[in-house]
Nanobody, 126 residues
Framework: EVQVVESGGGLVQAGGSLRLSCVTS????????IDWFRQAPGKEREGVAC????????YYVDSVKGRFTVSSDNAKNTVYLQMNSLKPEDTAVYYC???????????????????WGKGTLVTVSS
């Protein structure tokens, strides 16, 4: 059974940090890239970052570049999203998703993602 489970969300003040985790199981971790997406209230879901362990490649959208970092613990089939210098506009439900294309040259298209988590809420207060 495939599982993709996010955790680590919460309430934080602007300027603070959070680390989200995406624990996966049921598929070969190295054969997939893991993308992070977020959906703010009233807005469409958007891509944030991508990580591929096989190529050790990453990609960040401009709005988070320099503030967010993706990493992994391959032994635990887990991807992390370290979020620093958080802003109120980072408030959203954050999702991780897996796609069977193990390289990051951008954010993968949402319809192409194979597996999705249920999301974790991040709230940044001003």
């Amino acid at each position: 059974e495939v599982q993709v489970v996010e955790s680590g969300g919460g309430l934080v003040q602007a300027g603070g940090s959070l680390r989200l985790s995406c624990v996966t199981s049921g598929f070969t971790f190295d054969d997939y890239a893991i993308d992070w997406f977020r959906q703010a209230p009233g807005k469409e879901r958007e891509g944030v970052a991508c990580f591929s362990s096989r190529r050790n490649s990453t990609y960040y959208v401009d709005s988070v570049k320099g503030r967010f970092t993706v990493s992994s613990d391959n032994a635990k089939n887990t991807v992390y999203l370290q979020m620093n210098s958080l802003k109120p506009e980072d408030t959203a439900v954050y999702y991780c998703a897996a796609v069977s294309v193990p390289i990051c040259v951008g954010i993968h298209a949402q319809p192409s993602m194979d597996y999705w988590g249920k999301g974790t809420l991040v709230t940044v207060s001003s």
